[in-house]
C-alpha cells in the first residue's frame, strides 16, 4: 500500500506532464478520481454486507457494513472536496448543481444517514438491520452517479477511462492514475480489516463486562 503510494504520488506530481488545456490543475485527478471510484465501490460493499446481514444473517456482515461506512464518508467527502478545487479553476466555481455533483453529494447523505441510524438503536442489531435496509434503498443512486453525465447536460466531463479499447487518457496519466486507484484499494481493505478487529475485540470486551456483572 504505502509503495503504491509513493509510486503513484511521485509519477502523478512529478513526472506525469501537465494537461495542454488545464496545465498542472489536472494532477488533482490523481486524488479525486480515486476518491470517486472508492466511493461508490465502498458503498456497494456496504449495500452487499446490508444484503448478507439481513438475507444470510452473517455474524460478520454488520461489523463489515458498520467498519464500511466511515472509510466510504470519507472518500466521498474527499472526492467534493477536490473536485470544488479543481472546478473552480476549470468552471469558476466552487460548486454547481450538477447531476453528478448533487448525486456524489446524496451519496455522502447516504453514509450518514447510515452511520446514524444504526447508533440510534439500543439493540445494536437492530440498528444494523435498519442500516443495511437504508444501505439498499441507496443502491439506487449509484447508476445515477455513473451515468448522470450520459443522461443529462452537465459540466461535468464524460467517462475518460471505461471506454472499450480506447481510454481518451494518455498511457503518461493513464498509469500513475490507476496505480493511485490501487493504492487507495489496499488503503480501504488495510482500514476495513483493522477496524472489523477493532469492532471485535470491543465485543468480546461488552460480553465479558456482562458477564462479569452477572455473575456477581
Known sequence: MTLC???????????????YQQGDTVRIMYVHVPAAWMALFVYLNLALAGASLLIWRHPLAGVAAEACAPIGAC?????????????KPMWGTWWVWDARLTSVLILFFLYLGYM??????????R???????LALVGVINLPIIKFSVDWWNTLHQPASISRIGTPAIHSSMLWPLLIMALAFTFFFIVVL???MRGELVAAR????????????
Do not use: H, Y
Open 205 to 216: 470486551l461488552r460480553a465479558l463486562g456482562r458477564l462479569s456483572v452477572e455473575g456477581r
Open 5 to 19: 503510494f509513493l509510486v503513484g504520488l511521485a509519477w502523478a506530481l512529478v513526472f506525469s506532464p501537465a494537461d
Open 75 to 87: 472518500f466521498t467527502f474527499l472526492a467534493l472536496a477536490t473536485g470544488s478545487l479543481w472546478g
Open 116 to 125: 446514524a441510524l444504526t447508533n440510534a438503536f439500543e439493540d445494536q442489531e
Open 193 to 195: 480489516i483493522q477496524r
Open 127 to 133: 440498528g444494523r438491520r435498519a442500516g443495511a435496509v
